[in-house]
């Protein structure tokens, strides 16, 4: 009897081994995937000391300016300036705006991989759904990674342009307005 109880543990025991090691690519497959989703995070959640550098704080206050005051013909390198000033703004703006979603969505994304890893080491999962949450999980990870790249990717270049044509947009404000660049004025009412 002692002899069979024996064998039945040792059994259990390698077969909860040799489960794990089925697994163990899965498992640094998902660890892996989840670290360069963290690194996904970090870009995504310094895109805001991005713009400040920029000074992108004028951009509202200029476009508005432009708006307005844009009566007469510009010339072509002045056009091209304020065209691309207001294109790469609009799509920094627009991630702005989407960024926060983003953030969430790999938030959420770290975390239910940090849990299928630790169900997997664990044993806590049925067999046969391992691969199926091991698959969907990591195809959401992937498309994940993938939307943040590019969205990383077309901000940086609006970065960039936003960079470049500031100068010429300034001196094209100062032209039409006496010199001076338009400034935010505090409303009165807010206190």
Do not use: W
Request: with cysteine; aromatic share 8%; hydrophobic share 35%.
């Amino acid at each position: 009897m002692r002899l069979f109880f024996s064998i039945l543990v040792f059994v259990c025991c390698f077969s909860s081994c040799k489960n794990k090691a089925l697994y163990e690519k899965e498992i640094s497959v998902i660890d892996s995937t989840k670290i360069v989703l963290q690194v996904k995070l970090n870009e995504l959640n310094r895109a805001e000391n991005n713009t400040e550098s920029i000074g992108f704080v004028k951009y509202e206050t200029y476009c508005a300016f432009l708006k307005n005051n844009i009566k007469d013909t510009v010339i072509r390198y002045e056009a091209t300036a304020i065209q691309q000033f207001v294109n790469s703004g609009r799509t920094i703006e627009q991630f702005m705006k989407n960024k926060s979603e983003l953030i969430k969505q790999t938030e959420t994304s770290i975390v239910q991989l940090q849990k299928l890893s630790s169900d997997v080491k664990e044993n806590n999962l049925p067999l046969n759904l391992v691969q199926a949450y091991f698959n969907s999980e990591k195809s959401h990870a992937d498309e994940l990674i993938k939307t943040i790249e590019q969205n990383i990717k077309v901000f940086n270049l609006s970065l960039n342009n936003y960079r470049n044509s500031i100068i010429k947009t300034e001196e094209y404000i100062r032209k039409i307005n006496n010199g001076a660049l338009p400034s935010v004025v505090p409303d009165a009412n807010i206190e």
